[in-house]
């Protein structure tokens, strides 16, 4: 079955503590990114990679960190949450420049930062 | 900084109405227009896309219609149904390459549409 999986569904941390919410997709998709949902915001796009080892900031990168070693993984890292971090968090990935550019999103990762 | 602006933020009709949610877009270089549904508690899954070459895309319930001289797409649930309620997004992007940092699905900020027995 095509998917996205993201790791874990729920997290509670404390300020400070580093933490990493893993991404992993098994449809050979070049492109994956990572967005966060807040309300009234929509989403907004954190950092994308456009193949392994290229890797770029989106709208709203500040306190984060991604790596993206392997095609299929794409790690979004929080080396010192705090608690303005505290939000919804979905990995997508798609093929690139394809016509109908289909993106799979993950069931989302909801972290909390106290 | 490319936008896709989307209204309204909410929406509450009777079940057999016929919600209408709007989107604009300024970057000229889009030419791919997908509608997302979000139910709680899960990702935004596809629901309907559109290319700028139609100026309407039905599936099912779900109509797009794409205005490209004005910048704007719109989508129409025809027969609403409480299992519609969910948030819809819709988003905007290129699908060839036009520089660093050009591929980028631009979402607006969401309709979250309540479908009232």
């Known amino acids: 079955e095509a998917q996205v999986t993201q790791n874990p569904r729920y997290l509670i941390t404390v300020t400070g503590k580093k933490l990493t919410v893993t991404c992993s997709q098994n449809?050979?998709?070049?492109?994956m990114s990572w967005y966060r949902q807040d309300p009234g915001l929509g989403l907004r796009q954190i950092y994308y990679?456009?193949?392994?080892?290229?890797?770029d900031k989106g709208d709203v990168p500040e306190g984060y960190k991604v790596s993206r070693k392997e095609k299929r993984n794409f790690p979004l890292i929080l080396e010192s949450p705090s608690p303005n971090q505290t939000s919804l968090y979905f990995c997508?990935?798609?093929?690139?420049?394809?016509?109908?550019?289909?993106?799979?999103f993950g069931q989302g990762t909801r972290l909390t930062v106290v | 900084q490319q936008q896709v602006k989307q209204s309204p933020q909410s929406l509450i009709v009777q079940k057999g109405g016929i919600p209408i949610i709007n989107c604009a877009y300024e970057?000229?270089?889009?030419?791919?227009f997908p509608w997302y549904q979000q139910f709680p508690g899960k990702g935004p899954a596809l629901l309907i896309a559109?290319?700028?070459?139609?100026s309407e895309k039905k599936e099912g319930r779900f109509t797009i219609s794409f205005n490209k001289s004005a910048k704007q797409f719109s989508l129409h649930i025809m027969d609403s149904q409480p299992g519609d309620s969910a948030t819809y997004f819709c988003?905007?992007?290129?699908?060839?390459?036009?520089?660093?940092?050009?591929?980028?699905?631009?979402f607006g900020k969401g309709t979250k549409l309540s479908v009232i027995p």
């Open positions: 990679s456009m193949n392994v080892e290229v890797t």
């Open positions: 449809m050979n998709h070049e492109y």
């Open positions: 970057n000229t270089a889009f030419d791919y």
């Open positions: 988003a905007a992007s290129p699908t060839a390459y036009s520089g660093a940092g050009s591929y980028q699905l631009t």
């Open positions: 997508a990935s798609s093929f690139l420049w394809q016509k109908n550019t289909e993106a799979f």
């Open positions: 559109i290319r700028p070459d139609v």
